[in-house]
């Protein structure tokens, strides 16, 4: 299970677009102050250039060399184009034209068993690995990345195994991802509710359950900030949620609000962090906006 | 005035110079610089000194505080001030959760907003908010005031004891055994005194009202026998 008790959480929102080629460096400086929270492992999502039909799909292996040469043969023999990989460390993104979802899915739960798909869409791209923040961070090359918005996660664990899968983000419908600070109390009932409404899951992890069901409500029609509302009523337990769309980019805290969180604001970003540490070193911080998100509010931002 | 610059030093050299500061020593201000949200600044310290920390700090600064006079310039994470025995803890900004937990003496001022739980289980230190605080504040109050400027969330007083409670604005709702009591000439004496303390001017007492335990809950009742 992925019950929580520290772990460091930390998001950026860029308003302003001179600062997207910075998006990389600043989130990297983030997840490193929060090493302390988290020094088992960590992951980030970024939300970077899409190309208007194509699809990111981002993958991982434990045997990369091996295992993304084979993913491309495979995929440009089932499509019958090739197809372009970006390979980085144990992740690699496979660039394909929408309607080529289908075949590298197939494919990889085929031909590609050791292969597992961390995140799809047109903006998304889902790094996440066991070791210490900074290691991973350095390891992907975040603070090279450029995108809109990104959120990142240092992970203490205390009740599941220090695996790259109970590491967050967690994905669970294009471009979605979600990370979480707490523990959920009522997640396997809430499983087994989404899996009759079709939705299934990787890993045993409350978290991914509440990913899960953001998504589940979203494919009902919600938004975001609706479907957030919603969780308020559907989910149990203690909970700091940053929640990432294509577009969009939102904070949740539970009623009981133990899960620490602080939020910061100016003409040219919203960042959030688990705590101060994390905001201190973003550009023009002294004269943001800081406070503390309220219990069971939605705070939502998009384009 | 000896500076502390946690941009070239460590936070326990820091805490250890301040710690070790003695009666009769020549420094009697200190000022804290670049703290950047770190944890714990100015933690232990025992001495009639003058701290001033120019930023925003994280978990538990002053906590444990005993004769230091200690102003955070700029906002303060979890546990301000928790379990200060005496001296004066001030943060001009905000603060987060459980500001002054368990706090023993003296008196924590906060001109900002504190979060949730605010003076959770306090044992007699003194409390004065400028801005609002969150829900369950002052949850077990033993002892020692808290003075609220503004409004108290959810559940304020929840399971108390012998704290007093004063509120200038609104109650979202009062917590199990937490009633509004009479506010006598001995209380607006005594809050008085805590706003003069705080430095507020221009406030009148009679703009609070009180709040306290009914003692229904921790008081022992023979009737009540067969529930326990």
Same mark, same amino acid.
């Given at each position: 299970?992925?019950?929580?008790?520290?772990?460091?959480?930390?998001?950026?929102?860029?308003?302003?677009?001179?600062?997207?080629?910075?998006?990389?460096?600043?989130?990297?400086?983030?997840?490193?102050?929060?090493?302390?929270?988290?020094?088992?492992?960590?992951?980030?999502?970024?939300?970077?250039?899409?190309?208007?039909?194509?699809?990111?799909?981002?993958?991982?292996?434990?045997?990369?060399?091996?295992?993304?040469?084979?993913?491309?043969?495979?995929?440009?023999?089932?499509?019958?184009?090739?197809?372009?990989?970006?390979?980085?460390?144990?992740?690699?993104?496979?660039?394909?034209?929408?309607?080529?979802?289908?075949?590298?899915?197939?494919?990889?739960?085929?031909?590609?068993?050791?292969?597992?798909?961390?995140?799809?869409?047109?903006?998304?791209?889902?790094?996440?690995?066991?070791?210490?923040?900074?290691?991973?961070?350095?390891?992907?090359?975040?603070?090279?990345?450029?995108?809109?918005?990104?959120?990142?996660?240092?992970?203490?664990?205390?009740?599941?195994?220090?695996?790259?899968?109970?590491?967050?983000?967690?994905?669970?419908?294009?471009?979605?991802?979600?990370?979480?600070?707490?523990?959920?109390?009522?997640?396997?009932?809430?499983?087994?509710?989404?899996?009759?409404?079709?939705?299934?899951?990787?890993?045993?992890?409350?978290?991914?359950?509440?990913?899960?069901?953001?998504?589940?409500?979203?494919?009902?029609?919600?938004?975001?900030?609706?479907?957030?509302?919603?969780?308020?009523?559907?989910?149990?337990?203690?909970?700091?949620?940053?929640?990432?769309?294509?577009?969009?980019?939102?904070?949740?805290?539970?009623?009981?609000?133990?899960? /620490?969180?602080?939020?910061?604001?100016?003409?040219?970003?919203?960042?959030?962090?688990?705590?101060?540490?994390?905001?201190?070193?973003? /550009?023009?911080?002294?004269?943001?906006?800081?406070?503390?998100?309220?219990?069971?509010?939605?705070?939502?931002?998009?384009? | %005035?000896?500076?502390?610059?946690?941009?070239?030093?460590?936070?326990?050299?820091?805490?250890?110079?301040?710690?070790?500061?003695?009666?009769?020593?020549?420094?009697?201000?200190?000022?804290?610089?670049?703290?950047?949200?770190?944890?714990?600044?100015?933690?232990?310290?025992?001495?009639?000194?003058?701290?001033?920390?120019?930023?925003?700090?994280?978990?538990?600064?002053?906590?444990?505080?005993?004769?230091?006079?200690?102003?955070?310039?700029?906002?303060?994470?979890?546990?301000?001030?928790?379990?200060? %025995?005496?001296?004066?803890?001030?943060?001009?900004?905000?603060?987060?959760?459980?500001?002054?937990?368990?706090?023993?003496?003296?008196?924590?001022?906060?001109?900002?907003?504190?979060?949730?739980?605010?003076?959770?289980?306090?044992?007699?230190?003194?409390?004065?908010?400028?801005?609002?605080?969150?829900?369950?504040?002052?949850?077990?109050?033993?002892?020692?005031?808290?003075?609220?400027?503004?409004?108290?969330?959810?559940?304020?007083?929840?399971?108390?004891?012998?704290?007093?409670?004063?509120?200038?604005?609104?109650?979202?709702?009062?917590?199990?055994?937490?009633?509004?009591?009479? %506010?006598?000439?001995?209380?607006?004496?005594?809050?008085?005194?805590?706003?003069?303390?705080?430095?507020?001017?221009?406030?009148?007492?009679?703009?609070?009202?009180?709040?306290?335990?009914?003692?229904?809950?921790?008081?022992?009742?023979?009737?009540?026998?067969?529930?326990?």
């Amino acid at each position: 299970m992925g019950a929580l008790p520290m772990c460091g959480i930390v998001g950026l929102y860029l308003k302003d677009t001179k600062l997207e080629p910075q998006l990389g460096s600043l989130t990297s400086e983030m997840l490193a102050t929060m090493c302390e929270r988290g020094p088992d492992s960590a992951g980030f999502a970024v939300y970077g250039a899409a190309v208007e039909g194509e699809l990111k799909i981002t993958v991982q292996s434990a045997d990369p060399a091996a295992d993304f040469p084979a993913l491309a043969m495979a995929v440009e023999a089932e499509y019958g184009r090739p197809v372009r990989i970006d390979e980085r460390a144990t992740h690699a993104v496979v660039h394909v034209p929408a309607d080529a979802l289908g075949t590298v899915k197939n494919v990889v739960s085929q031909h590609c068993p050791t292969i597992r798909i961390m995140g799809i869409g047109e903006a998304i791209e889902i790094y996440k690995e066991v070791g210490l923040p900074t290691a991973v961070a350095s390891r992907f090359a975040l603070s090279e990345m450029s995108g809109t918005h990104a959120i990142g996660h240092t992970r203490m664990a205390t009740e599941s195994a220090v695996t790259t899968s109970g590491a967050h983000p967690f994905s669970t419908g294009l471009d979605q991802c979600l990370v979480h600070n707490g523990s959920l109390s009522n997640h396997h009932n809430l499983r087994r509710v989404l899996h009759r409404e079709g939705m299934s899951f990787q890993t045993d992890n409350d978290s991914e359950v509440a990913a899960g069901y953001l998504s589940w409500r979203m494919q009902q029609g919600l938004n975001l900030q609706q479907a957030l509302e919603k969780s308020l009523d559907d989910l149990d337990g203690f909970f700091t949620f940053v929640v990432g769309t294509k577009t969009g980019f939102a904070v949740l805290r539970d009623p009981i609000a133990c899960k /620490p969180a602080v939020l910061a604001e100016t003409d040219s970003y919203v960042a959030f962090g688990s705590e101060y540490r994390a905001l201190a070193g973003l /550009p023009g911080i002294e004269d943001a906006k800081v406070w503390e998100p309220e219990p069971a509010t939605v705070y939502f931002w998009g384009r | %005035m000896p500076t502390l610059d946690l941009a070239l030093s460590s936070l326990r050299d820091l805490n250890g110079a301040l710690q070790t500061h003695t009666d009769g020593s020549n420094d009697t201000a200190f000022e804290v610089l670049n703290p950047r949200g770190q944890h714990a600044v100015a933690v232990g310290v025992n001495a009639p000194v003058t701290i001033d920390v120019r930023g925003s700090v994280g978990y538990y600064c002053g906590g444990m505080n005993q004769q230091a006079r200690i102003t955070v310039h700029g906002s303060a994470g979890p546990g301000v001030g928790e379990n200060m %025995m005496s001296g004066t803890v001030t943060v001009r900004g905000d603060a987060s959760q459980y500001a002054g937990a368990t706090g023993r003496g003296g008196l924590l001022v906060i001109d900002g907003n504190a979060s949730s739980r605010c003076g959770i289980s306090m044992k007699g230190i003194d409390i004065v908010v400028r801005g609002n605080v969150g829900h369950m504040s002052a949850f077990m109050a033993q002892a020692g005031n808290l003075v609220v400027l503004g409004n108290a969330g959810e559940a304020l007083g929840d399971s108390i004891y012998e704290a007093r409670l004063f509120v200038r604005g609104d109650v979202t709702s009062l917590g199990a055994d937490c009633i509004e009591k009479d %506010m006598r000439p001995e209380h607006h004496e005594a809050l008085a005194r805590l706003l003069d303390d705080a430095g507020i001017t221009g406030v009148a007492t009679t703009e609070f009202r009180r709040y306290g335990s009914a003692r229904r809950l921790y008081t022992f009742n023979i009737d009540n026998a067969d529930a326990y």
